[in-house]
């Protein structure tokens, strides 16, 4: 207590420093954390009471109950299965010598920079009822996709890339001269997979699973197109009840019971799971050997991964010629009217998606940069506490910071709704905790006594902070900002809440073209937005290689 | 630009444990003159860079006042103190270039660019640093980096120049040939320096006066000759180099010198010692210091060199000696203080090192004697007398 009032004392010695900690707490209770109560006293509070009421018909409908346990089984086989998926493209990866490493690599990556729900997309084009396997090749009308098969296909494609860089992380750090000497010492190749890579890799799969199961969860496109009515979804459900009943309190409660498996799966990762990592990393990653794997399980392993990479590249084929054909499903002719429709009256949603996610990821950024810095170099009261809260809205799933956006910003002083400025301000907060992720990681590398010495030499603060911390956190920034970018490009959980006829976003207009049955439209939108995002990948990657060379990323080592 | 330091106390909260205090630096008082260079010599841990960050203004002081040439700096924040810092890890900013690096300070006090380019082409002529000026600090060796982060430091014409530990990542040869440069420097700008440094060697060759801390506190503050010859405690004696400490207890004490007598007594073992620390008075007991290469040893009985036949070099050599010794009748004719038996002997070349017991003592003595092959050896088990003149001992 005596030391929080003296750092308290410290801070409002420095006026800037100070300025800089109230306004960030501010706005993280605002935006963050304001919401998420809003979502909490509209389900449970009526007439100024606390009441069970909503609660009460979420729990007692057995459509919502079985909802739920769809929701939770979802996860629960996604992250099982999509982190088996992204387990044998990692191991593969870094325990064999099979060709086209590359091509892999390339494949399992393309699924995170599309939008979520075009695995569910192709799904339909290819096995719907106008499905080109189902209706054109084989003839069948009455297809059974919808429920928990597609659905359980569409997630595993879109969430085991997740899995497969998490993973790839994990054995990478795991020095391949600890199984060589495992196997000096007389094991047998599964002996040692099974007694020495598994158990160092099982807190890394841990983890992948918990983010895998929070994001099935959160997932909304994906249930949206594919779970049909016979098996309801929550994050669905929520949306379903706010903008087809404007029950915005049975909305909220149920939003409230999807919180809850999500934040006990956040906490566990961050909390227990995180802790257990090992690290075996002893300066440079040592090559391997690579004598873990026998030839015949290597082709194996390699005939695996291969038919996974051609379901991704079947469902990218899928979504690149139904752009192009004229009627899915019937017409085959080429045409290019659906890129004409993107253009024509579609290009509205083009150009404010554009602006939306262009102008908040560095604000975003930036401002994750500034609240790492401040949490890893400065001591204030508080500092745990913006920490936590902003790491929560990657737990929080977009549904559910939707509704309380739509919730807490719906009235005055905060009358937002329909305006830039609520969706900037969702996509602003939604994505910080990744800039302030890479900036602690940054941070934690950079040795203090380079910003002690700029003080030292006369600068002040700010002129420390702009000359010297910022520039060595640039390639940090910059790769939170392609990341963030993506996000925002591709989101649409949060943001279907937000939107409206003056600023509307690909995603939604994607998701209303696929309700709609315009799957050529849909195609067309989705294919641009990934170009888009390849493009403007390209362009942040090319500006910091002219600008700060081959440094842009070592210059962190020395 | 003298530095003073008055009862500066450091108590940090332990980062782990909220209700731990730790002392780090307790009661420190100095006063460094202008030019000065002085080291702050001790254990790790010992709050040396705590009293440094302290004067640099990165750490405040819980107690206590620093002046720095005649003003009290203490609400000073440290980019507005005149003291520049050279940092164990040099502090090098790795995205700015060699030049922008040592022109950062100048170009902060807005100094013009064409003038900024003259001084730094000018102060790394100085430090044979040319055809470095755009140069990526990741492009330099460990030594570059060192002279690099000096330069910047210097050039701002500070008025207290801070070193951190700075020569603690280089290896063995280079840290023998930058402490010497450093003194260089150092003495040709006539900065006054504050040195942290661990190393003994290191603090003797470039101090002026150096400061020997322990757990936060003051042990001494003197020359590097006070500090190794007139130690204030057994901390410093032990601190510094290798020391023989012999037990005796004060028999008389005069204003110039105190006598002492060691071992029980007995014709031989009275010793006027002329130089201590502390208040003795007579049947104190007391340490004298004396260091293993103030001892002289001498030949006892006449069974000397070579006797069982052996043909190792120190029984060669030993045998040339006897008859240098004889020739020089010094080392025979002497009556030794103390007498020992040669317990192990370690040939280094131009030393011979000597673990001797003495009995009467109860202690073993460590002796070093130099020019073997003139002065000769002693055989493992022989016994020797062992002497020190008055002027090479110490009373603690
Ligand atoms: N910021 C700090 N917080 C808590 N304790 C500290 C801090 N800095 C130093 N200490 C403690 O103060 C003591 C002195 O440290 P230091 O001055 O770094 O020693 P030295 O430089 O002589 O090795 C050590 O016990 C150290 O653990
Ligand atoms: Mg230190």
Not at chain 1, 146 to 170: E, H, M, S, W
Not at chain 1, 185 to 211: D, E, H, N
Not at chain 1, 464 to 492: G, H, K, N
Not at chain 2, 54 to 60: A, C, H, M, V
Request: charged share 15%; proline share 4%.
């Amino acid at each position: 207590m005596k030391e929080k009032l003296r750092q308290l004392r410290m801070l409002s010695k420095d006026p800037l420093l100070f300025t800089i900690v109230i306004i960030i707490f501010v706005s993280v209770i605002l935006f963050i954390l304001y919401p998420l109560v809003k979502v909490i006293t509209v389900s449970v509070v009526a007439d100024g009471r606390f009441t069970a009421a909503n609660l009460i018909k979420v729990v007692s409908s057995w459509h919502l109950r079985q909802a739920f346990f769809n929701s939770i089984l979802m996860g629960l086989l996604t992250a099982s299965l999509g982190s088996l998926v992204g387990f044998i493209f990692a191991f593969t990866v870094t325990r064999t010598n099979i060709p086209l490493k590359k091509f892999f690599n390339i494949i399992a990556i393309i699924p995170i920079i599309s939008p979520p729900f075009i695995g569910a997309l192709a799904i339909i084009m290819l096995f719907g009822n106008n499905g080109f396997i189902t209706s054109t090749l084989l003839g069948l009308f009455n297809t059974k996709i919808y429920g928990i098969r597609g659905l359980l296909f569409a997630q595993i494609v879109t969430f085991f890339p997740v899995a497969y860089i998490n993973l790839k992380g994990v054995l990478e750090s795991i020095s391949p001269t600890l199984e060589d000497a495992a196997m000096d010492l007389g094991g047998s190749r599964f002996k040692v997979f099974r007694k020495v890579t598994l158990p160092l890799a099982v807190p890394g799969i841990a983890s992948s699973m918990l983010i895998l199961f929070i994001e099935t969860l959160a997932d909304f496109g994906n249930p949206l197109i594919l779970a049909g009515s016979r098996f309801p979804i929550l994050s669905v459900q929520a949306y379903l009840e706010i903008t087809g009943m404007y029950n915005l309190p049975k909305g909220a409660a149920i939003a409230l019971i999807l919180l809850i498996p999500s934040l006990t799966a956040f906490f566990l990762q961050k909390y227990w799971v995180a802790k257990k990592q090992y690290v075996t990393i002893t300066g440079k990653p040592t090559t391997s050997t690579i004598k873990l794997v026998s030839p015949a399980v290597k082709w194996l392993l390699f005939s695996l991964i291969s038919f996974f990479a051609l379901i991704i590249i079947m469902i990218y084929a899928t979504i690149v010629w139904g752009a192009f054909a004229n009627v899915w499903g019937s017409d085959n002719t080429l045409t290019l009217r659906h890129f004409a429709y993107v253009f024509g009256v579609g290009f509205e949603s083009v150009k404010d998606t554009i602006i939306i996610a262009g102008l908040s990821t560095p604000i975003s950024g930036f401002l994750g940069m500034v609240i790492a810095f401040l949490v890893v170099r400065k001591r204030f009261p508080g500092r745990q506490f913006i920490e936590v809260t902003s790491l929560l809205s990657f737990a929080v799933p977009g549904t559910v910071i939707g509704i309380g956006y739509i919730l807490a910003f719906n009235s005055y002083p905060f009358l937002l709704t329909g305006t830039l400025a609520i969706l900037m301000l969702n996509f602003i907060f939604r994505y910080i905790p990744v800039g302030i992720q890479s900036g602690i990681a940054v941070l934690r590398q950079i040795d203090p006594s380079i910003e002690e010495a700029a003080i030292d030499l006369g600068a002040d603060a700010r002129s420390t902070f702009r000359r010297i911390t910022l520039p060595m956190m640039i390639p940090a920034f910059f790769s939170s900002l392609i990341y963030s970018f993506v996000r925002a490009m591709t989101a649409i959980s949060a943001a279907i809440f937000l939107v409206s006829s003056r600023w509307n976003l690909m995603t939604v207009q994607i998701m209303s073209q696929v309700e709609s049955g315009r799957l050529g439209a849909a195609a067309a939108f989705s294919l641009v937005l990934v170009l888009i995002i390849l493009t403007a990948i390209f362009v942040i990657r090319n500006l910091l290689l002219y600008r700060y060379g081959k440094l842009g990323g070592t210059f962190l080592k020395i | 630009m003298s530095v003073t330091l008055k009862n500066i106390t450091k108590i940090f909260t332990d980062p782990s444990n909220q209700a731990r205090e730790v002392v780090a630096v307790k009661d420190v008082n100095l006063e460094i003159q202008e030019g000065e260079m002085v080291t702050f010599l001790g254990p790790s841990g010992c709050g040396k860079t705590t009293t440094l960050r302290i004067i640099s203004g990165f750490e405040t002081p819980t107690n206590g006042e620093v002046w720095i040439s005649g003003t009290l700096v203490n609400e000073i924040p440290p980019n507005k103190r005149d003291t520049s810092m050279v940092f164990q890890s040099y502090a090098i900013f790795p995205h700015l270039s060699v030049s922008q690096n040592i022109g950062f300070g100048l170009e902060l006090k807005g100094v013009k660019p064409k003038e900024i380019r003259r001084q730094v082409e000018e102060i790394m002529e100085v430090m044979t640093l040319t055809n470095l000026y755009n140069r990526r600090p990741d492009q330099l060796s460990g030594g570059q980096q060192q002279r690099v982060a000096l330069a910047r430091a210097i050039i701002n014409r500070p008025k207290v120049l801070l070193f951190d530990e700075p020569l603690s990542n280089l290896d063995a040869k280079l840290r023998d040939q930058m402490r010497i440069e450093i003194r260089r420097i150092q003495q040709s700008f006539g900065i006054t320096s504050i040195y942290v440094t661990h190393d003994q060697d290191e603090a003797m060759t470039v101090s002026d006066r150096i400061m020997v801390m322990k757990d936060g506190e003051v042990m001494q503050i003197g020359t590097p000759f006070e500090i190794y010859s007139r130690p204030a405690n057994t901390f410093v004696a032990d601190f510094i180099g290798r020391v023989n400490l012999i037990d005796a207890v004060v028999e008389t004490v005069e204003p110039e010198s105190i006598s002492v007598v060691c071992g029980g007594g007995g014709e031989h073992r009275h010793k006027v010692i002329t130089s201590w620390a502390g208040d003795f008075k007579k049947g104190d007991a007391a340490r004298i210091v004396v260091r293993p290469e103030s001892l002289r040893l001498s030949r006892m009985g006449d069974t000397a060199a070579g006797a069982d036949g052996k043909a190792t070099a120190a029984a060669e050599a030993a045998s040339v000696s006897a008859a240098t010794a004889e020739e020089n009748g010094t080392a025979r004719s002497e009556v030794p203080f103390l007498k020992g038996i040669i317990k192990r002997s370690v040939y280094l070349g131009p030393t011979v090192e000597y673990e001797i017991d003495v009995p009467d003592v109860k202690a073993q003595i460590l002796a070093v004697t130099y020019n073997p092959v003139e002065e000769g050896f002693y055989r493992n088990g022989e016994e020797v007398g062992i002497n020190f003149s008055s002027a090479a001992s110490h009373l603690l």
